[in-house]
């Protein structure tokens, strides 16, 4: 069984950055792909990062391309997800979600494990 905890969420300006860390405890964490999914009020989770394995590939939503950094250490079983150029429409519970297969998956039911969320708010 994996554990997933999520931390780093908080309030911030638009414009401003947060650092999200996944902490995972389990089966061996090098053997897990791993994914960032948020979902905000009133809508459905969405996909917003995934790095494999050994961290060699990512993948991203296009909303968060090029302002979201995936990243991983396999040595401290954490996974990261460094946001910048934040803006109110990033506002959601930010979940980290883990699974068994090596395919950098955009879909959540593909994942296996998941953590309880991280709120983040970005004011305007």
């Known amino acids: 069984q994996v554990q997933l905890v999520e931390s780093g969420g908080g309030l911030v300006q638009a414009g401003g950055s947060l650092r999200l860390s996944c902490a995972a405890s389990?089966?061996?964490?090098?053997?897990?792909?791993m994914g960032w999914f948020r979902q905000a009020p009133g809508k459905e989770r969405e996909f917003a990062a995934a790095?494999?394995?050994?961290?060699?590939?990512?993948n991203y939503a296009d909303s968060v391309k090029g302002r979201f950094t995936i990243s991983r250490d396999n040595a401290k079983n954490t996974v990261y997800l460094q946001m910048i150029s934040l803006k109110p429409e990033d506002t959601a519970i930010y979940y980290c979600?883990?699974?068994?297969?090596?395919?950098?998956?955009?879909?959540?039911?593909?994942?296996?494990?998941w953590g309880q969320g991280t709120q983040v708010t970005v004011s305007s």
């Open positions: 389990g089966p061996t964490f090098s053997s897990l792909t």
């Open positions: 790095i494999s394995k050994t961290g060699g590939s990512t």
């Open positions: 979600a883990a699974r068994l297969n090596s395919v950098l998956s955009t879909q959540g039911g593909r994942y296996d494990y």
